[in-house]
């Protein structure tokens, strides 16, 4: 597929991002703009403190710009309230997190079940969740607690999580920050792979240049700031 | 900074997090339960004593069945004491065409010798202390029975068979609600001389009569000596300590029950304290460590930590004690028509015992967990797993719940009675946790039965098992206790009054004279009613079983000693009563006319006693009579028919002076037949018994009443152990909420979730209460009552919906800021 034919599946504009503080406002991004088409792995980098972890949340939703607009697949994402937001992190979005992020009192499955149930498919929810278990290579771990699994294990079930709902879109948190270097080569590996089966757009921030080269692109951050590409 | 200084500033900013507020809010709730009913039961102990000299009328006392003996009089004689009389005893006033029970009392010249006696000439004008005593030919009657007659002070009434003009109405009258503290029958107070014209007392009649005595301490105390060498049988010497047993009885055991019911819910309050200080302690391991890399030693850190939570234990027992005076009057409210006195302020002592109890129930339920901070390492600074608080242990209640033990133990003011208290609270506990186990096992099978919002609710119970059993048993035991005190009541008294036939006797007639008997039943066949049958009655005490005799000190029992030192009713009869069944022994075969033998009813023999064989010695009008007991009669006394304990054949008592009573039925149709028959033989005291049971039922509803107030505080501490323990996991729930939000969840999903969650664990704690509340129910009607009980539907009904109501109510008002805080805010932190 040639670059030219893939849609926009982000697009940032003008977005600008403030908090107060007790030493007055405090800019944490200024003047975003960029576009992400659909099947690109996007890599966002910089270092601690750039940025780059609430770009990701703006462009996810999670929060809310001092100014600027996010649209996803054409949808001015700040044009909708809180629950129109959620609505489109439940079709279209799914989330790996760094603090893998799983509810603790659910099984694997359950946990991995959650995205497709929310999106009203409860009678396929089981068997899609069991397949994507599969696919991460923990199907005899179904019935576990998060309490009872590694940490590289946990971030396989979060990745099947993601995955479950057949997002457009995936947005990843450093998703090795919290694993030894072995265990991170071998989720970035997965995740790569699932991310190429299903043709997601992936949008990853990191502060590792090993990771963003596998990337099709990086944008980079420095003190809030895009830097030329 | 001094310790002192900081511990405030740490109080002061900490407030702001929920879990102090939710320990101060559980001592106060302690502390206000304690009080509430601490203040009230001083106020009734204060109005006892502060009265006490009017309780009696006078310093000491001589009571007796009779009039005052030589022997006694010859003793006053040579003390300088004033003296005064007084004679009590029920009768009909008739005024008009109305006629009532009262309670009559002749007085002599210069009663009351303590006390005032206050009168008013006017209803509802002010009143003014009695000069002197009614005068020769007037009467004094209290403020009810003329609303009662429908008279006003000026008219005419009749007693017995003299004339009487009402000159004033009593306002206070001292020793009134003597022996009883229901004022059943109202007050006429009229000249002891009149008494002879209205020829009321007969030789049977029951009546009491006292002689007071007054004077300075000294020549008091050894008149007393005096006297009560010289009381005969049937005479007994009384001071002001013995005044009112009835009264002080009921106060005794209010105090305890009360007491104990208040104990229930400090006891909840301490787990909600144990909890908060859990999440207090963890929330502050950081800061604790940094001050211990900073130099501070263990001691210094628990010590500001302990004095933290002593100010806060300080303020909120103060103002629980405030609360507990202010919701005092919420039980004089509900009581004041059972207790019939006016209270004074209470004392100090409520206050320090509150207090007192609010520092009892923070350190043993607020130091175990505060310990912790001891041990935590400085290392932790580096290594933030080290120091965690350990996992909830059975120690971290153990420590408080016997320090309440103790404090149950205390309130029960005696040993046996504690004890038993204790096995009791400690049995209920016990029971209630199998039971909340048992539901939340029960419903860990369905938790896949179901969508997410299901899965969620559900789930959140289970996995929070500690928590939820302790939710399921406090929310269980508080809704249990009001589901009896309410729908179990009735339903008892409900079957209790069915189990009656409807033509059950609904009236007594009493002190019907011998030779009256044949136009007593002819008015009532005039009537066209049937006669009743009447049975004589004689007035007799047990002087003497087997020859030896008895005195008040033979038994140590409070009923026998009660039974032994007033006169019995005993009758004849050639046959036995329906209701009667023989337990020993052989009723007498018809030809037994004359024979000295005696058949006595089961319970009395029991209570002091007696067996088949003994003779019994009895003074009868200053006779002794003595016979043998040749059987023991069980008595069906809820039939309301006439029976006696003693029962001779036929020609063995007849001698004596008797009077006859009957009961009969009357039907409401012909409800004035009984003021006709009173106008004509005004001697017979008619007692209505429907009325009886009426005032008998307002009571138990007002003391049940009193109760489920002090249990609402039993409530309101399980809302608080609610509270402690979502606070506990708010972390947790705000987390939850994030990556569910984060997954697509919107806020209605999480709400059903929230709701699915309380509404289940409510629903559990109505099904266990009324499941606890039906099996109470069984066992009270059945064992205690001997009733039958029916199955109640509004138990469950009711005990469901106000479990599942109430707990989600308090549940979604507990998580409302779960639910409300700005999604932004929780998500924001994930990344």
Redesign the interface.
């Known amino acids: 597929m040639s670059v030219s034919s893939r849609q926009p599946v982000i697009e940032v504009t003008d977005l600008d991002k403030n908090v107060a503080s007790p030493d007055g406002e405090l800019v944490i991004l200024h003047d975003i703009n960029l576009t992400i088409l659909s099947a690109e792995a996007v890599a966002i980098i910089g270092a601690s403190g750039s940025g780059k972890s609430t770009l990701l949340g703006l462009m996810a939703g999670l929060d809310v710009p001092t100014s600027g607009s996010v649209m996803i697949q054409g949808r001015d994402l700040f044009a909708l309230n809180e629950d129109g937001r959620a609505e489109v992190r439940r079709n279209m979005i799914g989330f790996v997190f760094q603090s893998f992020q799983l509810l603790p009192n659910l099984t694997a499955l359950e946990n991995v079940m959650l995205p497709v149930e929310l999106s009203g498919q409860q009678h396929r929810a089981r068997d899609t969740a069991r397949e994507f278990l599969d696919r991460v290579g923990l199907a005899s771990r179904l019935q576990h607690h998060p309490r009872q699994l590694s940490g590289g294990e946990q971030q396989r079930v979060a990745i099947a999580r993601a995955f479950a709902a057949q997002p457009a879109l995936l947005f990843a948190d450093e998703p090795t920050g919290n694993l030894d270097q072995r265990t991170g080569d071998r989720i970035i590996d997965l995740l790569f792979d699932i991310n190429h089966e299903r043709a997601t757009t992936l949008v990853l921030v990191t502060h590792d240049e090993a990771l963003s080269a596998r990337c099709n692109r990086s944008l980079h951050l420095d003190a809030g700031r895009l830097l030329k590409e | 900074m001094s310790t002192v200084l900081l511990s405030l500033r740490m109080l002061y900013r900490d407030w702001h997090s929920g879990e102090l507020r939710v320990l101060a809010l559980a001592l106060m709730l302690a502390v206000a339960s304690v009080t509430s009913v601490g203040f009230f039961t001083d106020r009734i102990q204060r109005a006892l004593e502060q009265q006490s000299n009017e309780l009696l009328g006078g310093d000491i006392v001589v009571k007796s069945s009779n009039r005052v003996s030589d022997a006694v009089k010859a003793v006053v004689r040579s003390f300088d004491v004033r003296s005064a009389r007084t004679v009590e005893f029920p009768s009909m006033v008739i005024a008009a065409d109305k006629s009532h029970l009262a309670s009559l009392k002749g007085v002599s010249e210069s009663y009351p010798l303590r006390g005032e006696l206050r009168i008013t000439t006017r209803m509802f004008s002010t009143d003014a202390p009695a000069q002197g005593v009614p005068t020769p030919g007037t009467v004094w009657l209290e403020s009810r029975l003329l609303n009662q007659l429908g008279i006003n002070v000026g008219d005419r009434i009749t007693l017995g068979d003299a004339e009487f003009v009402v000159s004033a109405i009593i306002t206070n009258e001292p020793a009134r609600a003597s022996g009883s503290l229901f004022s059943l029958a109202p007050r006429v107070m009229l000249n002891i001389h009149d008494l002879e014209r209205t020829g009321l007392i007969q030789p049977a009649s029951r009546v009491r009569y006292r002689q007071l005595f007054a004077g300075d301490i000294d020549t008091i105390t050894r008149l007393r000596k005096a006297i009560s060498k010289q009381l005969q049988p049937g005479e007994r010497l009384e001071g002001v300590e013995d005044a009112q047993p009835g009264v002080r009885r009921a106060l005794d055991r209010s105090q305890r029950f009360l007491g104990l019911a208040a104990l229930v819910s400090v006891l909840l309050a301490g787990v909600a304290v144990a909890t908060s200080t859990r999440r207090f302690v963890a929330r502050h391991l950081d800061s604790c460590a940094m001050m211990r890399c900073m130099g501070a030693t263990q001691s210094e850190i628990l010590f500001t930590f302990m004095l933290q939570l002593a100010w806060l234990c300080l303020i909120a027992g103060v103002t629980g004690c405030l609360l507990g005076y202010l919701l005092q009057y919420g039980l004089v409210a509900i009581l004041a028509t059972v207790i019939d006195i006016v209270l004074p302020q209470p004392s100090y002592i409520p206050i320090i015992i509150g207090l007192l109890v609010g520092v009892v129930t923070l350190s043993g339920f607020a130091l175990p967990p505060l310990m912790h901070l001891k041990h935590v390492p400085p290392l932790r600074v580096i290594r933030r797993e080290l120091g965690d608080v350990p996992a909830r242990s059975v120690v971290t209640y153990l420590v408080g719940s016997m320090a309440l033990f103790v404090l149950i133990l205390i309130q029960a003011h005696d040993i046996k009675l504690g004890v038993y208290m204790l096995g009791g609270v400690i049995a209920a506990m016990g029971l209630f946790y199998i039971m909340a186990v048992a539901v939340l096992r029960i419903l860990q099978r369905f938790k896949h039965h179901g969508?997410?919002v299901w899965?969620f609710g559900v789930?959140?119970i289970t996995?929070r098992t500690r928590g939820s059993i302790l939710q399921v048993m406090a929310f269980g035991l508080g809704i249990m206790v009001l589901l009896l005190l309410t729908l179990v009541r009735d339903d008892l008294l409900h079957e209790w009054e069915t189990n009656l036939p409807e033509d059950a006797p609904n009236r007594f007639l009493i002190n019907i004279q011998p030779d009256q008997r044949v136009e007593v039943e002819d008015f009532f066949v005039q009537q066209g009613l049937p006669a009743p049958s009447l049975f004589p009655m004689v007035r007799g005490r047990l002087t003497a079983i087997d020859g030896r005799a008895l005195s008040l000190d033979s038994y140590e029992d409070d009923r026998a000693s009660r039974l032994v030192a007033r006169e019995f009713n005993l009758s004849w009869s050639t046959e036995l009563q329906e209701d009667n069944i023989i337990s020993a022994g052989q009723w007498w075969p018809d030809q037994s006319n004359g024979k000295k033998i005696l058949s006595v009813e089961k319970g009395l023999a029991e209570t002091l006693g007696i067996e088949l064989g003994d003779n019994l010695t009895f003074s009868i009008a200053d006779d002794d009579f003595t016979a043998r007991v040749t059987s023991l009669r069980e008595v069906d006394w809820d039939s309301f028919r006439v029976n006696f304990f003693v029962l001779a054949p036929p020609g063995v008592l007849d001698s004596y002076p008797a009077t006859y009573i009957t009961s009969l039925y009357l039907p409401a149709s012909n409800g004035n037949v009984l003021n006709e028959l009173v106008k004509s033989f005004p001697n017979i005291t008619v007692i209505d018994v429907a009325a009886v049971m009426g005032q008998v039922r307002t009571i138990i509803e007002r003391v049940t009443l009193a109760v489920e107030y002090v249990f609402v505080f039993t409530l309101l501490a399980g809302v608080l152990v609610m509270y402690a323990a979502i606070h506990a996991t708010l972390d947790?729930r705000i987390?939850?909420s994030a990556?569910?939000?984060?997954?697509?969840?919107?806020?209605?999903?999480l709400l059903k979730g929230t709701i699915t969650e309380f509404a289940g664990l409510g629903l559990l704690s109505g099904l266990v209460a009324a499941f606890a509340a039906t099996v109470s129910g069984y066992i009270l009607a059945h064992f205690v009552f001997h009733l039958d009980y029916a199955f109640d539907g509004r138990l469950w009904l009711i005990g469901i919906i106000l479990g599942t109501v109430g707990v989600c109510a308090a549940g979604l008002l507990g998580t409302m800021q779960v639910l409300r805080r700005p999604?932004?805010q929780s998500?924001?932190e994930?990344?």
């Open positions: 969508g997410i899965r789930g959140n996995r947790e987390q939850e990556i569910l939000r984060t997954l697509g969840a919107d806020r209605s999903l999604p932004l998500l924001r994930m990344l």
